[in-house]
């Protein structure tokens, strides 16, 4: 994997799990709004934050798949995460993962092991 990808999945790793928070907290001060307190309403602060954190991710989802060059199922797969509650923790967790095992793949052919 050369640079600019791990980059890529870096910068779409970091923003992953802050969109994830952003989505489930304005879901749950939506739900506390119109439930429990009818005054409450975080939207106004909220809603522009999780626009911009949703955007980043956007951005970052479509760089990542171009360098990485995933099959459009990864790249339907990663999309659906920035939807999904809390799917940003899920996406951060497969993209370390991911990362992990190429570096230990990258690092294997440097010394000359080859998978058996």
């Keep these: 994997m050369d640079i600019k990808t791990a980059s890529a999945l870096r910068r ?3 923003v ?3 969109e994830g928070i952003s989505w489930i907290v304005l879901a749950a ?3 506390i709004k119109y439930t429990v307190a009818e005054g409450f309403d975080a939207a106004p602060v909220l809603g522009p934050i999780h626009g911009v954190l949703f955007v980043l991710y956007l951005v970052f989802w479509l760089d990542a798949w171009n360098r ?3 099959d459009v199922k990864t790249g339907a797969m990663y999309f659906a995460y920035s939807i999904i ?3 940003g ?3 951060e967790r497969r993209l370390r993962r991911a990362s992990e095992d190429a570096l230990i ?3 294997a052919r440097k010394e000359g092991i080859v998978n058996a």
Aim: aromatic share 10%; charged share 20%.
């Design 12 to 14: 779409l790793r970091l």
């Design 105 to 107: 793949a990258d690092r």
């Design 68 to 70: 990485a060059k995933w």
């Design 16 to 18: 992953s799990v802050p």
């Design 85 to 87: 509650p809390g799917g």
């Design 29 to 31: 001060c939506t739900i």
């Design 89 to 91: 923790f899920v996406a």
